[in-house]
C-alpha cells in the first residue's frame, strides 16, 4: 500500500511540473487590482479637486460681476437723475423764460431791463451746458447701463454653466479662459470704481480670509488717513 501511495504522489508532482510554464507568467503579470483601484482614486480626487479649483475662480468672478452689475446699475440711475434734474429740465425752463421775457415782457420792461435778462439767463444756461459737457454726462450714463448690462449677462452665463454640472476638464478650462478674459474687457471698458463707495470687497484682490481681512482694514486705515479724499469722494460723481 505504501508503494501504492508513493507512485501516485510522484505522479501527482509529475503532472505539476508538467504544466505549461506560461501560466505562472500570467499568474504573475495579472494586474494587482487593488492597486488599479487605488490609482483611479487618487486620479479622481486630483481631477475633482481641479474641477473644484476651476468652478471656485467662476464663483468668484460671478460675485463681481453681480457687485459691478449693482454698482454700475446704481451710478446709471445716479447720472441720468443728475443729469435730467439738474441740467436739462432746468435748460428747457430757462429756455423758454428767456423767451418769454425776450418776446412778452416789451409792454412792460424796458429794452434794457429786458436784455440785461436775457443775457444772464443765456450765461447761466452756457454754464450749465459747459458743466455737463466737462462732466460727460450722457456719455457716463450710456457708459454705466452699458457695463450693468455686460456684468450682468457674465454674471448669469458663469451661473448657468456653473449649475450645468459639467464634467469635462477641458471645456471648464475654455470657459474659465473666455469668462475671464470677457471679465478683463468689461473691467478695462468700465468707468473707475470709487474705492471708497463701491460698498462690496472685490473677490479677486485677496485669497484667503486673512488675506480678506487686511486688504478690508488696509481700506479702512486708507480712508481714514485721507479724510478729505474720502469726504471728497461722497460729495464728488
Sequence with gaps: MSKKIELTVKEKMK???????????????????????????DTIKNIGKTKSDIDSILLRIRKNCVFLS?????????????????????????SGLNSFF????QNYLDQKTISLLNA????????LTSIELLWQLKDRVD??????????????????????????????????????????????TANAINVYRRG?????????NEDKGDVIEFIQKKRDKDLKIYYFSECCI
Design 143 to 188: 457708459q454705466e447701463l452699458e457695463s450693468h448690462k455686460n456684468f450682468y449677462k457674465l454674471s448669469t452665463d458663469i451661473f448657468k454653466f456653473v449649475k450645468s454640472n459639467e464634467s469635462d476638464l477641458t471645456k471648464k478650462n475654455e470657459f474659465l479662459t473666455e469668462i475671464y478674459n470677457l471679465y478683463q474687457k468689461h473691467i478695462a
Design 200 to 208: 462690496f470687497i472685490d473677490e479677486l484682490e485677496y485669497t484667503d
Design 120 to 127: 444772464l439767463v443765456s450765461l447761466f444756461c452756457g454754464i
Design 102 to 105: 425776450a418776446v412778452g415782457m
Design 15 to 41: 503532472e505539476t511540473n508538467d504544466e505549461d510554464p506560461d501560466s505562472d507568467i500570467e499568474k504573475n503579470n495579472k494586474p494587482d487590482i487593488r492597486n488599479l483601484i487605488c490609482l483611479g482614486e
Design 70 to 94: 449693482i454698482y454700475h446699475n446704481r451710478k446709471h440711475h445716479f447720472y441720468k437723475n443728475l443729469l435730467f434734474c439738474v441740467f436739462r429740465i432746468p435748460l428747457i425752463v430757462l
